[in-house]
């Protein structure tokens, strides 16, 4: 069975550009997640879905970052612009469905963003 | 506030030693219990779970881990570390009734040969 699949891997960008990330769930899993992991800190939610529909976003900075998930599969998360303090990996993650209760919920291997 | 304090950032140890990684956690009832492991340059993997029954959950790869309500403490532990188990460590919680998991910071763990 794939795994979660993320791209890019690594990305370099100058404050105040903009910058995506993608991320491709494993097949049949409804919900799906946008993490923020900064270096020395465990991963924080920024969003989730629950097929294409929004179910958390409170900790989504939503005057630079934005995320969607058409069709209910794949997901684009998006800054702009980035700020120095975005610097961090940023882990999709998906499960069968909604709940943690008998619910595994699997990660990607991140997108390491830098911004200088 | 809900959290998770993992009170050690940093453990080392000999290979073959006994491992034990402290979790502690702050939360208004019962939540479900998580241990993640990250290599460097991976995502995070599950090692084990607790939702409820037995307090002594096994998980993968020879991990285990109690569940210690009076103390607030989900502990992981192994009884003789391989240097293949040199990684990151994340304790989890979450609701009864939400998705959201809340990590501590890390442990990160560091084997001698």
């Known amino acids: 069975e794939a795994g979660v699949a993320q791209s890019p891997r690594y990305k370099i960008i100058e404050k105040r550009q903009s910058v995506a990330f993608w991320c491709n769930p494993i097949?049949?899993?409804?919900?799906l997640y946008w993490y923020q992991q900064i270096l020395g800190q465990g991963p924080k939610l920024l969003i989730q879905f629950q097929n294409n529909g929004v179910v958390d976003d409170s900790q989504l900075p939503k005057d630079r970052f934005s995320a969607e998930r058409l069709k209910g599969v794949d997901s684009t998360l998006k800054i702009q612009p980035a700020k120095l303090e975005d610097s961090a990996v940023y882990l999709c993650?998906?499960?069968?469905?909604?709940?943690?209760?008998?619910?595994?919920?699997?990660f990607g291997e991140g997108s390491w963003l830098t911004v200088v | 506030a809900q959290s998770v304090t993992q009170p050690d950032i940093h453990i080392t140890v000999s290979e073959g030693a006994s491992l034990e990684l402290r979790c502690n956690y702050s939360?208004?009832?019962?939540?479900?219990l998580f241990w993640y492991v990250q290599s460097p340059g991976q995502g995070l993997q599950l090692l084990l779970k607790?939702?409820?029954?037995?307090?002594l959950v096994q998980g993968i790869k020879g991990f285990e881990a109690e569940f210690k309500r009076s103390q607030s403490s989900f502990n992981l532990r192994k009884p003789s570390v391989h240097w293949s188990d040199a990684a990151e460590y994340f304790c989890a919680v979450a609701g009864r009734n939400t998705d959201k998991l809340i990590f501590g910071t890390g442990t990160r763990l560091q084997v001698f040969p």
């Open positions: 097949s049949g899993h409804a919900t």
């Open positions: 993650a998906s499960s069968l469905g909604q709940g943690t209760a008998g619910n595994t919920i699997y």
């Open positions: 607790y939702f409820s029954g037995d307090t």
């Open positions: 939360y208004g009832a019962t939540p479900y």
